[in-house]
């Protein structure tokens, strides 16, 4: 079968692709890493990139995170599935914890 005859739906998103929270998220974390660029150089840019995996996945693919259930990588075990908007709350709470903090030590 030629390859432009091949039909890989299952393998496509079936949502928008870039949805609000997804630009937004994606605004952030270009933002978090220019500022750990100009901050710390490319050590600053690869910290930030391996903190922001997590809550940027949370974000972007909330529903399937949440679907997860089993053993665990740290050998817990999952017995139900997680709400997806808990999965979504959870990323953007940890993708704006810096901002919490800076502001926190700004203010006292």
């Given at each position: 079968m030629p390859i432009e005859n091949r039909n890989p739906g299952w393998m496509m998103p079936q949502g928008p692709v870039w949805s609000l929270e997804r630009?937004?998220?994606?605004?952030?974390?270009?933002?978090w890493l220019t500022i750990g660029g100009v901050a710390a150089g490319l050590e600053g840019v690869l910290r930030l990139g391996m903190f922001l995996v997590v809550p940027m996945a949370c974000i972007w693919f909330s529903e399937s995170l949440g679907e997860a259930?089993?053993?665990?990588s740290s050998g817990v075990y999952v017995s139900r599935s997680s709400p997806e908007?808990?999965?979504?709350?959870?990323?953007?709470?940890?993708?704006?914890m810096p901002a919490w903090g800076t502001l926190l030590s700004l203010l006292w």
């Open positions: 630009v937004l998220s994606s605004a952030i974390c270009v933002l259930v089993g053993f665990m908007w808990a999965v979504r709350l959870l990323g953007w709470v940890v993708l704006l």
